[in-house]
Nanobody, 123 residues
Framework: QVQLVESGGGLVQPGGSLRLSCAASGSIVSINAMGWYRQAPGKQRELVAGFTTGGSTTYADSVKGRFTISRDNAKNTVYLQMNSLKPEDTAVYYC?????????????????WGQGTLVTVSS
């Protein structure tokens, strides 16, 4: 199986910065896409930033110019650098990976979610 472990959330004042990390582990053959979603109270989960299957990056309009996604392929880890944070960025942030994994003796497409990390932007 595949597991995602997130870290880096917390409380920050408006205008501040945080860096989230997500490390994938397990019987990974390849990671086709990986990124960050968020869900604020009473709202649907939305894509924040991600690496697409083709390797390009995509960002939500609301975070363009403020957030940067990066990755370390050797570590199967993605990072989300969040700058100029606003109160409306407050949410639980989830890491997502679309992988090919070896399950027993079969290669399978597995989409995996992390447990979520809370980001609170407040003065």
């Amino acid at each position: 199986q595949v597991q995602l472990v997130e870290s880096g959330g917390g409380l920050v004042q408006p205008g501040g910065s945080l860096r989230l990390s997500c490390a994938a582990s397990g019987s990974i053959v390849s990671i086709n896409a990986m990124g960050w979603y968020r869900q604020a109270p009473g709202k649907q989960r939305e894509l924040v930033a991600g690496f697409t299957t083709g390797g390009s990056t995509t960002y939500a309009d609301s975070v363009k110019g403020r957030f940067t996604i990066s990755r370390d392929n050797a570590k199967n880890t993605v990072y989300l650098q969040m700058n100029s944070l606003k109160p409306e960025d407050t949410a639980v942030y989830y890491c997502n990976a679309k992988t090919i994994a070896l399950v027993t003796t079969v290669y399978r497409n597995l989409e995996v979610w992390g447990q979520g990390t809370l980001v609170t932007v407040s003065s």
